[in-house]
């Protein structure tokens, strides 16, 4: 697999322990934070412990999102991959034509790269303009679960790569190379 992957907007490269401090500034960020699996604020050195305990794991890509110029702008992960699936998460992007970029690089990570047969997610119930996304790139609702630790409920959703091979993405890709720096 060929990284950094380049997009129209988007880089996406692995994240490394000099990232830890672009991490927390976005995870700590209230109208971010709220929406996360640990939403509690984070310091440096936690941010590095937890890099340093999950970086070299083989069941996950964990990378940072960039922007043309190479500024951190958000991260984005596949995890707990086995069995051919894995889970879509980890996503914080504070660019929106870089959300959306970085989560069409995703799928083709997950399916093209990886040869993933199933990619789920599963998104805080509340941040609903996160789920309705995924929706637009092929996932289908699977379901609510509730997370007894975070106090919410989770949006849960998938999608097969026979889904996503057959899935339309001209509009999203037009929208991409629209707003192409």
């Known amino acids: 697999m060929?990284?950094?992957?380049?997009?129209?907007?988007?880089i996406l490269r692995l994240v490394t322990e000099d990232d830890a401090a672009s991490i927390i500034e976005m995870r700590n960020n209230p109208s971010i934070n709220r929406f996360l699996s640990s939403n509690k604020p984070l310091s440096l050195e936690d941010q590095k412990a937890w890099l340093n305990r999950n970086l070299d794991k083989n069941d996950q890509y964990y990378f940072m999102i960039l922007n043309k110029l190479e500024v951190p702008i958000g991260t984005i992960s596949i995890y707990n991959i086995k069995n051919g699936s894995g889970e879509f998460?980890?996503?914080?992007c504070t660019q929106a034509i870089q959300a959306v970029e970085s989560e069409r690089m995703i799928l083709q990570v997950a399916f093209d790269q990886l040869g993933l047969q199933y990619l789920y997610c599963r998104t805080a119930e509340s941040n609903e303009a996160v789920w309705r996304q995924h929706?637009?790139?092929g996932f289908r609702d699977c379901g609510n679960e509730y997370d007894a630790q975070l106090n919410f409920d989770l949006h849960v959703q998938g999608i097969t790569k026979e889904a996503?091979?057959?899935?339309?993405?001209?509009?999203i890709d037009q929208l991409i190379s629209r707003f192409a720096i």
């Open 135 to 137: 929706l637009r790139f």
């Open 2 to 10: 060929k990284i950094p992957f380049k997009g129209k907007n988007t």
């Open 89 to 92: 998460g980890r996503y914080v």
């Open 164 to 171: 996503y091979s057959t899935f339309d993405y001209y509009k």
